[in-house]
C-alpha cells in the first residue's frame, strides 16, 4: 500500500481520553504508514500572578511532566510498530499546534473529543480550530 501521509500529529494531554485519542492517532499511522509525532502544548500566562523567580521552575516542572506524558504515548506508538516522536510547546494552545503542524509538515493533525465539563466545545474543535488549522497548514483534521 503506498503512502498517503508523511506525518501525522496527534495532540495530548495524558489521562483515559488522551490513551484513546493516542490509540486511534496510531492505529491511523499504521493504516497510512505514517510518521507520528504527539504533541503537549501548554500555556503558562496563568503563572504570571506569582512572583517571578518561582516562574522558571514552574515552567520547566510543567514541560517536564508534558515530556513524560508524551514518552509513555511514543512507547505505546513503537510498541505498536509505529515510528514515533513528540514535542512540547509553551504558548496558545492554537498557535502551537499550527506552528509545529507547519513545522513538521504534518498532513493530519489528530485532536481528541473534549470532556463534557471542559472549557473547550466540540462545536469549536470541529467548526473553527479544525477550519483554521486546515486554512493555515493545509493539513486535514480528525477529531477522534
Known sequence: MEATETTILCATRGGEASIRTQQRAIELAKERNARLVFIFVFDARFLEQYTAPRVPAMEDEIQKMGEFLLLMAKERAEKA??????????GKFRSSLI???NELEAS???????????FTTLDYLENRLSSSITEETGAEVMVV
Open 81 to 90: 510498530g509505529v515510528e514515533a516522536d513528540y514535542t512540547v510547546r509553551m
Open 99 to 101: 506552528e509545529a503542524a
Open 108 to 118: 493530519l493533525v489528530v485532536l481528541g473529543r473534549p470532556a463534557d465539563n471542559n
